[in-house]
């Protein structure tokens, strides 16, 4: 997840609220960023989206028919 430093939405504070209840996610600040922190920081985002994409295993094709 990542998460502006700068959110007025969703106050950075609220991120231990999610570590908390969610304790296998990552929580990722976006420093000077607001509420959409991939508009803010496009490449860190897309760094963070990728890294959490691959970090897990694909998950099994459907079955077919």
């Known amino acids: 997840m990542g998460w502006g ?3 007025l939405v969703t106050l950075p504070r609220q991120a231990q ?3 908390d209840n969610f304790p296998m996610a990552e929580v990722e600040m976006y420093r000077g960023s607001g509420h ?3 508009w803010d920081a496009p490449e860190q985002a897309v760094r ?5 994409t691959s970090a897990r295993p694909a998950p099994a094709p459907a079955p077919v028919g």
Request: aromatic share 14%; net charge positive; hydrophobic share 35%.
């Open 5 to 7: 430093t700068r959110d």
């Open 17 to 19: 609220r999610l570590r």
């Open 36 to 38: 959409f922190p991939y």
């Open 48 to 52: 963070t989206i990728l890294r959490a």
